[in-house]
């Protein structure tokens, strides 16, 4: 079924949802539309590669962009195509959109697809899952992980935020760009342990039985382990392991996203 897709003879329906959630680029939401725009509905939901690609390119010429199909990753398994769009604009490169093409029974699936910038890494790893890491600020960052699940659909498993300086966030600023906004059990935490002498803090938000959880880790997973408190949850790396897709070992397709990866051309 892949190599259809990728000799043009099979179809597909291609999904609405792009997600970004790691970036604040401003080109998002004019990405969004055109991908939105160029995804057909109802009778015509399913298209060929190349009927999608064109559909792309012409709505994006209306934004002044371009969206051009660049090439195509198959993993070990091939059982999930990942098709690869370079975004451009007056030949800068603006970002990448990656549709990820899943074998699931006798159907070829699309859920989610993914939108990164040029400031971002995305990685690809063997089992399907993919991640994207976006700098916030100088000491701030945000990474979104996405895997399959046994339904076939690629959705969030976690994101992680991490500030790599502990001791910024007593400023109020930077602890409302680390917790989203969400920041008044934190605060209190930071404010009765001034002089904790830790060094970083991961904030893990985990989708979990339909709803998205929150936990802390800090300094290591032994010392994030030991800290007892009533309105955060502070956990170590082995319980995250144990709740998501997280693997220090997980294989990548060839590693990052980039031109030395994705050498198949359509």
């Not at 159907?107 to 089992?127: G, M």
């Not at 408190?229 to 294989?251: G, N, R, W």
Request: overall charge negative; some cysteine.
């Amino acid at each position: 079924m892949i190599n259809d897709i990728i000799s043009g003879d099979g179809t597909f329906k291609p999904s609405y949802d792009l997600l970004y959630e790691a970036s604040d680029n401003a080109a998002a939401s004019d990405i969004s539309k055109i991908w939105r725009s160029a995804v057909s509905s109802g009778k015509n939901a399913f298209c060929t590669l190349e009927e999608l690609s064109e559909k792309l390119s012409e709505k994006a010429s209306e934004y002044d962009l371009e969206i051009v199909k660049k090439d195509y990753y198959i993993n070990a398994e091939e059982n999930t195509l990942f098709i690869r769009y370079l975004i451009t604009q007056d030949d800068n490169e603006i970002g990448y959109i990656v549709m990820p093409l899943a074998v699931y029974g006798a159907k070829i699936r699309n859920d989610n697809n993914i939108l990164s910038f040029a400031e971002d890494e995305l990685t690809v790893f063997e089992d399907g899952c993919i991640r994207v890491n976006h700098r916030n600020t100088s000491s701030i960052t945000t990474e979104m992980n996405y895997c399959f699940y046994n339904d076939g659909r690629l959705r969030i498993d976690y994101k992680v935020t991490r500030e790599s300086s502990y001791s910024r966030l007593s400023d109020i600023e930077e602890l409302t760009l680390f917790t989203n906004g969400d920041y008044k059990k934190l605060q209190k935490f930071i404010e009765e342990n001034p002089n904790s002498g830790f060094t970083w803090i991961d904030k893990y938000d985990v989708y979990e039985n339909g709803r998205m959880n929150t936990y802390y880790i800090v300094d290591d997973t032994g010392t994030s382990a030991g800290l007892s408190d009533d309105t955060i949850s502070f956990v170590s790396l082995d319980h995250i392991s144990e709740i998501t897709c997280y693997d220090p070992y997980k294989k990548m397709l060839g590693g990052l996203i980039s031109e030395k990866n994705f050498l198949s051309q359509i």
